[in-house]
């Protein structure tokens, strides 16, 4: 199956990266994206909040407005389990992320790095199957398992890029890792829901079985396609990793700990890294947002939900790609900040949408497919630019903090709005800020002396 969605466009060559290795490397998004779509943005909300009411004596057809369950003895309504969760699992990756990054700097087997993250991830997945009855404690922890062990692989798979590339490569690179891993993630979820349908008998009990072996379907699948890029890619050690002779754990932390205090050394750096959590923040919270405004605000049925989900992933592989060589013309730099007004623009759009109309909801979600990859892909190569050589992990990982770290700013400004207005259509508006004041501050950093003061070559076009 993978070669025959293996980018078939010519890429320049660069010492020491072959195809091959590429190749290798776009695969792990296509094993990863399975983890996102079929289990963070389908299933895995409802199978455990339905686990949780079982377990407070709860009908699975209920509510449950009323049921309780206790973790570790804390009083916890059913409904917020499954929130408090996500909330947890962003406060423990905050932590690891730059500690698995300066690992990865520190090893010369990176991909051994790799490998141990996306099998744990890929194992504490599949591990749902045992997540039957009322065992809501153990899928809550195979979860945060799940969630820290995918945030540390992205880290580790992320410092690849600038040993794949020169400056002027790694945008359309980073495109296609982009665009692929949409393609694959779309592509078992539209199998898994297809299946879904197809078995699912009507029932609550039913239809929670069935969202349980489609979570499980997508840890094979990260797992299974992990082995491409782990037999593809090479190891590029940095010169502290030849060099350091110590023990890579502890070195690692020391490292992470200079880094901290050397990181003041490059303020426009840190200045890009601001202006992606603000534009990075609304993009997340208008994908995580988007299912609920389309139920609540305009009325609209599950399967348009689904429907438009499936348009979304799949438009994101050609949207990727697109804007991937569009910034070979114009520059990474203007091609993000473009991005982000054609993403005012959807805002707007989502604003004025009739209630109970599919198709222009429809048609919206696949305006966001179009804009979304590219705005991602070319974010995080453009990132590369701005790392100081040898220390890609360890900015990788607080750029993956930017990414991940802060993706509550955005649901509470939509919460707060939405509490003072009740209005879905205001609280959908207020996040324009985001992009407005994102688009501000990348705008105004010095692209090109930045990436001249990380110690880089600039590209060719910015």
């Known amino acids: 199956m993978a070669e025959t969605v293996a980018p078939a466009v010519a890429e320049p060559a660069r010492p020491g990266s072959t195809r091959r290795e590429r190749t290798g490397w776009y695969f792990?998004?296509?094993?990863?994206?399975?983890?996102?779509?079929?289990?963070?943005?389908?299933?895995l909300s409802g199978f455990l909040t339905g686990v949780a009411k079982l377990a407070a004596g709860?009908?699975?057809?209920?509510?449950?407005?009323?049921?309780?369950?206790?973790?570790?003895?804390?009083?916890?309504?059913?409904?917020?389990?499954?929130?408090?969760?996500?909330?947890?699992?962003?406060?423990?990756?905050?932590?690891?992320?730059?500690v698995i990054?300066?690992?990865?700097?520190?090893?010369?087997?990176?991909?051994?790095?790799?490998?141990?993250a996306a099998f744990t991830g890929a194992g504490a997945t599949v591990a749902m199957a045992f997540v039957t009855g009322n065992r809501y404690l153990l899928g809550g922890a195979l979860f945060l398992?799940?969630?820290?062990?995918?945030?540390?692989?992205?880290?580790?798979?992320?410092?690849?890029?600038?040993?794949?590339?020169?400056?002027?490569?790694?945008?359309?690179?980073?495109?296609?890792?982009?665009?692929?891993?949409?393609?694959?993630?779309?592509?078992?979820?539209?199998?898994?829901?297809?299946?879904?349908?197809?078995?699912?008998?009507?029932?609550?009990?039913?239809?929670?079985?069935?969202?349980?072996w489609c979570i499980v379907s997508a840890g094979v699948w990260w797992a299974a396609f992990t082995l491409l890029p782990l037999r593809w890619l090479r190891e590029h050690p940095t010169a502290a990793a030849l060099h350091g002779g110590g023990n890579v754990l502890t070195d690692g932390f020391r490292q992470l700990?200079?880094?901290?205090?050397?990181?003041?050394?490059?303020?426009?750096?840190?200045?890009?890294?601001?202006?992606?959590?603000?534009?990075?923040?609304?993009?997340?919270?208008?994908?995580?947002?988007?299912?609920?405004?389309?139920?609540?605000?305009?009325?609209?049925?599950?399967?348009?939900?689904?429907?438009?989900?499936?348009?979304?992933?799949?438009?994101?592989?050609?949207?990727?790609?697109?804007?991937?060589?569009?910034?070979r013309r114009i520059g990474a730099w203007k091609t993000v900040l473009l991005s982000l007004v054609l993403w005012t623009g959807v805002i707007i759009a989502a604003f004025r949408l009739p209630a109970e109309a599919p198709l222009p909801f429809m048609v919206l979600g696949g305006c966001i497919g179009l804009v979304l990859g590219g705005s991602q892909a070319l974010s995080r190569s453009l990132f590369s630019q701005l790392i100081p050589a040898g220390k890609e992990g360890e900015y990788y990982g607080f750029y993956e903090i930017s990414d991940k770290g802060t993706s509550w700013?955005?649901?509470?400004?939509?919460?707060?709005?939405?509490?003072?207005?009740?209005?879905?259509?205001?609280?959908?508006?207020?996040?324009?800020?985001?992009?407005?004041?994102?688009?501000?501050?990348?705008?105004?950093?010095?692209?090109?002396?930045?990436?001249?003061?990380?110690?880089?070559?600039?590209?060719?076009?910015?």
């Open 28 to 43: 792990y998004d296509w094993a990863n994206s399975a983890f996102q779509t079929t289990v963070i943005t389908v299933f």
């Open 58 to 98: 709860c009908r699975l057809e209920d509510k449950c407005e009323s049921g309780y369950v206790y973790p570790l003895g804390i009083k916890v309504a059913v409904g917020s389990y499954f929130p408090y969760l996500i909330s947890l699992s962003v406060l423990l990756t905050v932590f690891v992320l730059p």
């Open 101 to 116: 990054g300066a690992i990865a700097d520190r090893s010369v087997h990176k991909k051994r790095l790799l490998a141990a």
């Open 145 to 212: 398992v799940a969630n820290i062990s995918f945030g540390a692989a992205i880290v580790v798979y992320n410092s690849f890029l600038p040993q794949l590339g020169g400056p002027d490569d790694r945008d359309a690179i980073s495109s296609r890792g982009w665009a692929i891993g949409y393609l694959g993630g779309g592509l078992l979820l539209a199998i898994n829901l297809v299946v879904f349908t197809v078995l699912s008998d009507g029932s609550a009990a039913g239809d929670l079985d069935l969202a349980r």
């Open 257 to 327: 700990g200079r880094t901290l205090r050397e990181i003041k050394a490059y303020p426009l750096t840190l200045f890009f890294l601001l202006a992606f959590l603000v534009f990075n923040d609304g993009i997340q919270t208008v994908i995580t947002l988007a299912s609920q405004y389309g139920t609540e605000e305009l009325g609209l049925e599950r399967s348009t939900l689904i429907v438009t989900i499936l348009v979304v992933q799949f438009l994101a592989f050609g949207g990727a790609l697109a804007l991937g060589a569009l910034a």
């Open 409 to 462: 700013l955005g649901p509470l400004a939509f919460g707060l709005v939405f509490q003072l207005t009740s209005s879905y259509r205001v609280g959908l508006v207020s996040l324009l800020i985001f992009f407005v004041v994102g688009f501000a501050l990348l705008a105004a950093v010095p692209i090109r002396r930045a990436i001249v003061a990380a110690g880089n070559t600039p590209p060719r076009v910015l």
